[in-house]
């Protein structure tokens, strides 16, 4: 027998990067302008540097037009509001995402909400939020959910199972992964329940999970007795500990070898869902864009 299925994130991201340069290179053969993604950053949180420069990596990558904004820390949310009206207006815009935390004094919610939520490829406009809530539209679904989707649907087609009617747990009821998460695996048909920090014996609970979904922001909480064998878990978390040596090392919110030993399928940190956020990132941009030109983008691996 062997093990479970490894969900390689890295190389479906290579392969959503491979399909989304082969589709841009075709509209801008044929005389079109390329899909534009705009990046505000605001301060110099390090970890945002990070997710910021790996973002612009790979819109380029795929033969996008990335542009970056960095605007210090002495910046007024009256000078950042005046950018996205901007940004908003800009036809060659297609994606406008502000990093995220903004500095202290700045009120995030009315930042998101003064995007476009046709330019909103993050998913988190109150508009993109309630079409995803109610069923209502085609809104923009937030990145990091969205692609724990397009793995999990990938693995239970290769298990030959089924999302619909089956038993889904998202530890973490977060705005960016819990909340979104159960909205999706709810309407692909999953019985879903979201533990979090109040949850009376939440190791029972996920006990009963055919979809096992981590987000929660601690390390390695997620316990082999906490999984149903032939479940499939799937690790948003990513979190640096201190290792051997003086050294540190990146784990998920799931202790990888006791899920490893028990799981149908498990997604590994790094090289699972990490990936794949900024795949979805890059869809939502060249969706946003098919919508403004008018022109049809069909992806297969969505
Ligand atoms: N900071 C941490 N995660 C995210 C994300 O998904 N989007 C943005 N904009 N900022 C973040």
Redesign the pocket.
């Known amino acids: 027998m062997g093990g479970p299925i490894v969900i390689d994130g890295k190389g479906l991201g290579d392969v959503i990067d491979e399909e989304l340069k082969t589709w841009v290179g075709g509209v801008v053969g044929g005389g079109g302008r390329a899909p534009g993604l705009s990046v505000v950053l605001v301060g110099n949180d390090p970890a945002?540097e990070v997710?910021v420069r790996n973002k612009v990596r790979r819109t380029k990558a795929v033969g996008m037009e990335s542009k970056e904004y960095r605007l210090p820390d002495t910046t007024t949310q009256e000078e950042l509001l005046g950018l996205l009206d901007d940004l908003n207006g800009d036809p060659g815009v297609d994606g406008i995402?502000?990093?995220?935390?903004l500095p202290e004094g700045m009120d995030s919610e009315v930042v998101i909400n003064a995007i476009d939520p046709a330019k909103d490829v993050?998913g988190?406009h109150l508009l993109n939020v309630g079409m995803l809530g109610t069923g209502t539209g085609v809104p923009l679904l937030?990145?990091?959910p969205n692609g724990c989707m397009v793995m999990l649907k990938r693995t239970l087609a290769s298990l030959g199972r089924k999302l619909e009617g089956s038993r889904a747990v998202v530890v973490g009821r977060s705005n960016?992964v819990g909340k979104p998460m159960f909205n999706l695996l709810l309407r692909e048909g999953a019985t879903v329940t979201v533990a979090h920090s109040k949850t009376k014996d939440i190791e029972s609970l996920c006990r009963e999970a055919d979809i096992l979904v981590a987000a929660v922001g601690r390390p390695e909480m997620v316990r082999g007795d906490w999984v149903k064998e032939g479940a499939v878990v799937i690790d948003v978390g990513i979190n640096r500990i201190e290792a051997e040596g003086g050294k540190t090392r990146l784990v998920g919110d799931v202790h990888y070898e006791e899920a490893y030993a028990k799981a149908a399928a498990v997604t590994p940190v790094p090289g699972g869902v990490g990936p794949m956020?900024i795949g979805m990132l890059l869809v939502n941009t060249v969706r946003s864009y098919a919508g403004r030109e008018g022109v049809e983008c069909r992806l297969s691996f969505l």
Request: hydrophobic residues 35%; negative net charge; proline residues 14%.
């Open positions: 945002s997710y995402l502000v990093q995220l935390p993050d988190f937030p990145c990091t960016i956020t």
